[in-house]
């Protein structure tokens, strides 16, 4: 199976403008068997399945994302980070 590289993650914020995080897939899997992605600070991780399910992974204490969405980037499109 073809897994999309690269995907935007969108944290949407109410009563703000949206947080977007550029993530990129990991050799990793996650428990739903769907590629694990991380920005490049290793901080925000996600399971992304293939029909562009959001589940995020915590990697530190105190962790609360609200909804998320992902959009997938093209290789040629530029990082936003």
Not at 16 to 24: G, I, T
Not at 48 to 71: F, K, N, T, W, Y
Request: proline residues 5%; aromatic residues 4%.
């Amino acid at each position: 199976m073809v897994h999309t590289e690269r995907y935007e993650l969108i944290f949407q914020m109410s009563g703000a403008a949206d947080d977007v995080v550029s993530v990129r897939m990991t050799d990793r899997t996650g428990a739903g068997g769907f590629p694990v992605y991380e920005d490049e600070t290793g901080i925000v991780r996600a399971e992304i399945s293939d029909r562009g399910e959001v589940r995020m992974l915590a990697s530190g204490g105190h962790q609360a994302p609200g909804a998320v969405l992902a959009r997938p980037l093209t290789e040629d499109a530029p990082d936003t980070q």
